[in-house]
């Protein structure tokens, strides 16, 4: 428990720190009005995607890098992060190029409002080009966390988040020096400080003031390695892509009941991703921790890793459930204080503290079963969740069922259910610990 713990704290706090940027953008926009909350909303929820995507696209280099300083093979672990920086610069030249050129289209294939789209296209536009900056904080901050260091990818978070407190409002609101931006200053304050975040993370991994000294002198790229990174990082980005992409969906199921669900829906899922770092911190961890254990044969620590990281965030969430549960209005007016905006994203607050409930396990167990590289399973899980429990309960429940807008935020909440229970008997099968990478 102790290993545990002190690999988690400060993967909590970074993830806290991390989670803030997305929360900060929202508290500020939220004073600019409706419009530019649920555009910067529905455009942060393609962002969120994608760096759900990316997060994926490193569970291979997580798990080999973890495996690697396991068995003590360090220059190993070297070798598979310098082939991650080829993966790297591919992927976010290609998503640069979404950006260019189809921010827009995206957003009116949601179905949002013109007002909603003219004010999400920039956001989205801008983060979707600048997502090297975020590629190469996540690709970094995956380096050091699977060597076992948590403590210096915190520091960075930390430091890179109060430089996105400080220059957000003087960017959208034309502070001191700065033109007021509206939105379009939002989404260049997030690439600026992602990418003192990648330099900082960069710095500390190239000067060998971590765990693992990485070398960029890449002699020649690694086809072989290259490929296992892809082939065990593939399933993992797909799941993270398709749930994020099932959220999409449900904003689509959204948007009929107007402007004021749209914001209000966004509004919460500020909230949940907020609450989500504890158990990103956990899990990670967790998962760590799993992948540091198998790679030294040892497959019991391995697993006792997983139940006690499920147990103890269990705890913690059910306490910040309880607080939402309670204060849900007093959360609600740090981002707006329209009386309408307040009831009804209060009212969705209430609903999702059941799936808080949920969300602990799930979260813990899934990175323990992906970092022992076994990618597949939690693809297949969120697929199957996500298209025949979510979306057709959204559609059923609102329209069939009388519960009106209310009926998509009960349908997330029997997803997260449904997931939680699904990956608590895998992971007691067992089947995860002979995975071979």
């Not at 033109?179 to 993370?201: D, Y």
Request: aromatic share 10%; with cysteine; hydrophobic share 55%.
């Amino acid at each position: 428990m102790g290993n545990l713990l002190s690999l988690a704290w400060p993967m909590v706090v970074g993830s806290s720190f991390d989670m803030l940027g997305p929360t900060i953008d929202m508290i500020w926009v939220g004073k600019l009005g409706s419009a530019p909350i649920a555009g910067v909303g529905v455009a942060g929820m393609v962002v969120f995607m994608v760096n759900s995507m990316v997060m994926g696209l490193y569970m291979g280099l997580r798990a080999m890098v973890a495996r690697f300083i396991g068995a003590g093979e360090s220059e190993e672990a070297n070798h598979v992060a310098q082939q991650a920086i080829v993966v790297t610069v591919a992927f976010s030249s290609f998503l640069a190029l979404v950006g260019v050129f189809f921010a827009e289209p995206i957003l009116v294939l949601l179905g949002v409002g013109p007002d909603v789209v003219r004010q999400g296209t920039p956001y989205l536009r801008i983060n979707l080009i600048g997502m090297i900056t975020m590629s190469f904080r996540r690709m970094t901050e995956s380096i050091m966390q699977a060597s076992g260091d948590s403590v210096t990818p915190m520091t960075i978070a930390i430091l890179y988040r109060i430089f996105h407190i400080a220059l957000a409002p003087m960017l959208i609101f034309g502070w001191w020096v700065f033109p007021r931006m509206g939105v379009t200053g939002a989404a260049i304050t997030s690439v600026i400080s992602q990418g003192l975040g990648a330099a900082l993370g960069l710095w500390f991994l190239v000067s060998g003031r971590t765990r693992i000294r990485l070398d960029l002198k890449l002699s020649r790229i690694d086809f072989a390695v290259v490929w296992r990174l892809i082939r065990i990082s593939l399933p993992a980005a797909i799941n993270n892509m398709e749930r994020t992409f099932g959220q999409l969906v449900l904003m689509w199921f959204m948007t009929p009941f107007g402007t004021l669900a749209v914001a209000s829906h966004t509004l919460n899922q500020r909230v949940e991703v907020f609450l989500l770092a504890p158990a990103m911190g956990v899990g990670q961890s967790a998962g760590v921790l799993a992948g540091q254990n198998l790679g030294a044969k040892q497959p019991g620590r391995a697993e006792k890793t997983g139940w006690m990281g499920t147990g103890f965030l269990a705890g913690i969430i059910c306490l910040l459930a309880l607080a939402i549960y309670i204060w849900a209005e007093h959360v609600v007016r740090i981002f707006n204080t329209e009386p309408e905006l307040v009831a009804m994203s209060s009212k969705f607050l209430r609903i999702a503290i059941i799936g808080f409930v949920f969300m602990g396990s799930a979260s813990v167990l899934q990175q323990s079963i992906n970092c022992a590289g076994d990618t597949l399973i939690p693809m297949l899980v969120s697929l199957l969740n996500m298209w025949l429990v979510q979306v057709p309960l959204a559609y059923l429940l609102p329209h069939f069922m009388g519960l009106g807008v209310l009926g998509v935020r009960y349908a997330m909440v029997f997803g997260t259910a449904t997931s939680s229970i699904i990956y608590l008997i895998y992971f007691w099968s067992g089947r995860w610990k002979r995975k071979k990478i």
